[in-house]
């Protein structure tokens, strides 16, 4: 079996049809997230298209750094690769990694940092230490969920946790108003909530200015869907999606007091599934989930949806 991986042969919108092909992509592997990073980090991006025994086998979106005429070189991929249908088994994964490793081989002045898209196991972590990686246990697992939006109402109800359905129905009976922007309406208006949110609360995430890059560079086959609602004319919760390909990712989220005591966020994220839906959308990638925030891990997982541990960080 042979790998090779062709970098940037793929005019844009050839590599944007092959990504739309790929089941649970995310949006690390977006292009438009390679856009958004090179401005506000300073990293290029490399997009390859990976050839297994000549067939076209799936995608790898890297970003790299330099600095001293490249002595210094950064090597990152979150997220990667995506494979298309017939691909992506563990001698598929073997021999991408050790392709990867020659590559991009360990040096003086390199650093690597790889995330795999794939599930922890530990055959996967054998594998990918045959292949020059080596894994760093003090950086901790990756978890994200992936609420699966081809399932009927009906039955993704039934899967929703007792807690979260007792919300959704609440909130259902709340005289709430879900308005929706596909076309960068209310972007300003959670851009600002969420930065306040943010310096108060004082949680990990996405940067503002992060945030506006992407929003920035989210087009009409890929927008950004923005959800807010509303009690007696005042605005008391938002949600942020941005779609890529078959997906989606819920990126931002916000509540007022009022939002919490009604319980909007649920209903905005329950009413997201239509509008996703009818833009084509299949999975949503729900983000990722830790134990220092609790409580919005146990929002994310009372949706019913499939918690995934990926195998870990490599360097």
């Known amino acids: ?76 991929l979150d997220r990667g690769p995506l494979w298309f249908d017939g691909f992506g088994g563990a001698a598929h994964v073997k021999i991408f990694f050790e392709k990867l490793n020659q590559t991009y081989p360990q040096r003086w002045g390199r650093k690597r940092r790889i995330l795999p898209e794939l599930q922890q196991s530990t055959a996967f972590d054998g594998i990918i230490a045959q292949c020059g990686f080596e894994k760093k246990e003090e950086a901790g697992t990756y978890q994200t969920l992936w609420w699966n939006l081809r399932m009927s109402d009906e039955l993704a109800r039934d899967a929703l946790k007792k807690n979260w359905l007792g919300s959704l129905k609440k909130a259902e009976k709340a005289d709430l108003k879900i308005e929706w922007g596909r076309r960068g309406e209310y972007f300003d208006w959670i851009k600002e909530h969420y930065t306040l949110d943010k310096l108060e609360r004082g949680y990990s995430g996405i940067s503002p200015k992060f945030l506006a890059n992407l929003a920035s560079f989210s087009t009409q086959d890929n927008p950004m869907i923005i959800g807010k609602a509303t009690l007696n004319g005042r605005a008391i919760a938002g949600v942020l999606f941005f779609t890529h390909g078959q997906s989606a990712t819920y990126q931002v989220g916000w509540s007022s007091e009022d939002g919490r005591k009604t319980c909007a966020h649920h209903l905005l994220l329950w009413r997201a599934r239509d509008i996703l839906k009818a833009k084509g959308i299949k999975d949503l990638d729900l983000g990722g989930i830790n134990d220092e925030a609790k409580g919005l891990s146990q929002f994310k997982k009372g949706t019913g949806a499939q918690v995934i541990i990926l195998a870990g960080h490599y360097f």
């Open 1 to 76: 079996m042979q790998c090779h991986i062709k970098w940037n042969s793929l005019p844009l919108s050839a590599w944007q049809n092959r990504f739309n092909e790929v089941k649970q992509s995310n949006l690390l592997q977006a292009y438009h997230y390679a856009q958004a990073v090179r401005p506000i980090k300073g990293q290029t991006a490399r997009w390859g298209l990976i050839l297994i025994n000549g067939q076209e086998a799936g995608l790898v979106q890297m970003l790299e750094a330099k600095t001293a005429f490249g002595l210094f070189h950064g090597v990152i």
